[in-house]
């Protein structure tokens, strides 16, 4: 069989998700999606009706029995998600009976959909650019508000615009190139030269501000990974406890309770934090507490922003005003804040002289507010936090971005010291594809295959 006649074998999943509700719906798309269908639904016969119409009528099994009552909505190709003839069926939504409907529609010679099939397809048929696609997968896994707005500006194609954009520009300059071949030779033309140099440098410029956004849609997209740390019994679990508003970490006043790292989402302001609680960087001997610790220095490594915490109610020492310290010192690399806890029974701290960033209680909720705002405020600090304007989400498309931007500067620099011409083609038509990957002009099936599976079945 071939690739293409694979594409349009009929394919069926649930495009709901599974659990009791009011309805589920089966999406079926293919070549005779629609022939398949009608074979087994008892109402008007579907092969007559207009594309984009809702019909009433029976699913019935290969016995004659009546499995449910169903709405059906026909769609023609090329108007549809996938592009292909589909029918999507509104079934009751009860799991035995949606189960049931799509059994029926199988057997009619329909294979189950994988997980991301239909979007695929959709993709195959240039309904959607792979970037867009992509877009799809953010939004249904998106965790937060700006997560969707996000998707929302990559699934419009606001990538695919400018992507398209910089090919154009790429194109024209290899089309330069291509007219005055050689350079190099004392006799060229410098007119055009100053021309594609210029052309270059635009492009250079403007993938690179693209870039810069990448910084902020990471955090929008993956959240703000936020690493609690301090001695035990500073009140780490019960901060997380009260920032999330559930008993999700234990706490207990027994030191070194904490032995892994917790993890919470949790969402403030539109944004994505994803809280660690951590055992803590001190040496122990104990092996369990000693994992912990490991686990949690390699969180601190991927932090993007850490809240120390110390206990106001307990003197410091010189131990702790190390670490304190050590942290400061690399708060450049990563956003760090000092947090003074349980100020309802702080002790007199005049020897102290350590500057809080703020001092709070965390059982009781005094300054919780002001801390929020603050670790958000710290996250996104030196940060162009714009999510109206498009964010560059993915390391995928980074990295291509990253790689086409290289090619360029090369192609700058072979201009500047006098390489022919054919060189600089070189570098133009790398770019070239490396911005194709992002909406997929240029794919392969690894890179496919790895993108789809990301999708539930039934998109
Ligand atoms: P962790 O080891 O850092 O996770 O600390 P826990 O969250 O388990 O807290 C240790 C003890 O300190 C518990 O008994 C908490 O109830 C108590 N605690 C936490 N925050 C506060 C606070 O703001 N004020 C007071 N008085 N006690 C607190």
Redesign the pocket.
């Known amino acids: 069989m071939t690739e293409e006649v694979t594409q349009e074998h009929p394919i069926a999943a649930i495009a709901t998700p599974v659990g009791e509700g009011g309805i589920a719906v089966i999406r079926v798309s293919g070549k005779s999606a629609i022939e398949k269908v009608s074979q087994c639904f008892k109402g008007k016969n579907l092969l007559e009706v207009d594309s984009h119409t809702v019909h009433f009528g029976k699913i019935i099994n290969k016995k004659g029995n009546v499995v449910d009552e169903v709405l059906a909505t026909v769609f023609r190709a090329p108007k549809s998600y996938t592009g292909e003839d589909t029918v999507e069926i509104s079934c009751h939504g009860g799991v035995l009976v949606t189960q049931a409907v799509l059994e029926t529609v199988l057997t009619q010679g329909v294979r189950p959909a994988e997980p991301g099939e239909f979007t695929q397809r959709a993709f195959l048929n240039g309904k959607l650019e792979l970037s867009q696609a992509e877009a799809v997968a953010d939004l249904i896994h998106a965790k937060s508000i700006k997560a969707v707005d996000a998707a929302h500006q990559q699934l419009e194609g606001q990538l695919g615009k400018h992507i398209k954009k910089f090919r154009q520009q790429i194109i024209d300059a290899t089309a330069m190139v291509e007219l005055e071949l050689d350079f190099s030779e004392e006799d060229v033309e410098f007119a055009n030269k100053d021309q594609l140099r210029e052309l270059l440098v635009e492009v250079d410029d403007e993938i690179g501000s693209l870039l810069d956004t990448y910084e902020t849609g990471r955090l929008v997209k993956d959240g703000v990974k936020t690493v ?1 740390i ?13 920032l999330v508003g559930t008993e999700r ?10 032995r892994d790292t917790i993890d919470a989402d949790w969402s403030y302001d539109g944004l994505l934090f994803k809280l660690i ?1 951590t055992a ?1 960087l001190r040496e122990t001997e104990d092996v369990i507490e000693a994992e912990g610790v490991k686990r949690s220095q390699k969180a601190f490594e991927q932090a993007d922003i850490v809240v120390y ?1 110390k ?1 106001l ?1 307990r003197p410091i020492d010189s131990d702790e005003r190390e670490e304190i310290a050590s942290f400061q010192k690399r708060a450049s690399k990563t956003p760090f804040l000092l947090v003074g ?5 702080e002790q007199n701290s005049q020897e102290e002289r350590i500057h809080y960033d703020l001092k ?5 909720g ?1 300054n919780i507010e002001r801390l929020k705002k603050m670790m958000k405020q710290r996250a996104l600090e030196n940060k162009d936090y714009d999510t109206s304007s498009l964010l560059v989400t993915s390391s995928r498309h980074r990295d291509s971005l990253q790689k086409a931007r290289e090619n360029v500067q090369r192609a700058i620099h072979a201009l500047d010291s006098g390489m022919t011409g054919d060189l600089l083609a070189i570098d133009l038509r790398a770019a070239l594809k490396e911005l194709g990957t992002i909406t997929g002009e240029i794919t392969t099936e690894d890179l496919l295959d790895s993108i789809f599976s990301r999708f539930c079945i039934g998109k």
């Open positions: 609690f301090g001695r035990p019994n500073a009140g780490k679990s019960t901060l997380l406890n009260t970490a234990i706490v207990t006043d027994i030191a070194g309770t904490t609680d803590g915490l206990d109610s806890n349980k100020l309802d029974v709070i209680s965390a059982l009781d005094e």
